[in-house]
């Protein structure tokens, strides 16, 4: 069965700090990787995916992701950030033979300080 | 940008209760999807729903529980006689295709039995 595992619960960085966020799955096959950001108050939304391709991937609000696959990690990373970063972190793996669900692992809680 | 919205935002209810939760999924979006997250935990899959069935369950989603897709447009989640444990924020999403695309999420409905 496919599982995710996310190493860091909470992380506190000052402003400018970089970020580096860890994220493993089980699974061995094809796999389509995800993260998504919750805001304070707010839904899930889609930072960025692999599917195939560049396993560096850039998303949104300068973060990007790079898929390992020897590692079976696909650790999320921001240069720098900032106050507004503050959110929960969620790695999603989906993939394998007759399912269409996503895991999720259990989330990273990033709290940037001013 | 088209956005999957859900009703009610929170909901209050005594254990025993029957409670519907309804969703609007994105409308050119195929596949649909319930998630749950108790306070503090991760993100569950509870099912996937896919031309008019249930294509994927987890083994939370028991008798209890069922989806539907009434009228096109809605797709909701009932549970028939909650608990206390089914207190959670429960998040519907929607994608176009099936693993390959990335999951479109509602802002939740945070439902508290009593």
């Known amino acids: 069965a496919q599982s995710v595992s996310q190493h860091n619960h909470h992380v506190i960085l000052s402003e400018a700090a970089s970020l580096e966020l860890g994220c493993n799955y089980s699974?061995?096959?094809?796999?389509?990787l995800f993260w998504y950001v919750q805001y304070p108050g707010q839904h899930l939304q889609l930072l960025l995916k692999?599917?195939?391709?560049?396993?560096l991937v850039k998303g949104i609000k300068g973060f990007e992701a790079e898929f390992i696959k020897s590692k079976f990690s696909f650790n999320l990373r921001k240069p720098s950030v900032q106050w507004s970063d503050t959110a929960e972190y969620f790695c999603a793996v989906a993939g394998g033979s007759g399912t269409y669900k996503y895991i999720f692992g259990t989330g990273t809680r990033l709290k940037v300080l001013a | 940008e088209p956005e999957v919205t859900q009703t009610p935002s929170h909901q209050v209810t005594q254990m025993g209760q029957e409670v519907i939760l309804r969703c609007v999924p994105i409308?050119?979006?195929?596949?649909f999807y319930w998630y749950r997250q108790i306070l503090g935990q991760k993100v569950e899959f509870l099912v996937s729903?896919?031309?008019?069935?249930?294509?994927?369950k987890s083994e939370i989603f028991d008798d209890q529980f069922s989806v539907e897709r009434p009228d096109g447009s809605n797709f909701t989640l009932k549970i028939r006689s909650t608990k206390l444990e089914d207190s959670a924020m429960y998040f519907c999403a929607s994608s176009v295709g099936g693993v390959n695309s990335p999951l479109h999420f509602g802002n939740g409905t945070r439902l508290t039995v009593t």
């Open positions: 409308s050119n979006h195929l596949y």
């Open positions: 729903f896919y031309n008019n069935e249930i294509s994927e």
């Open positions: 692999y599917f195939s391709g560049d396993p």
């Open positions: 699974y061995g096959g094809t796999v389509n």
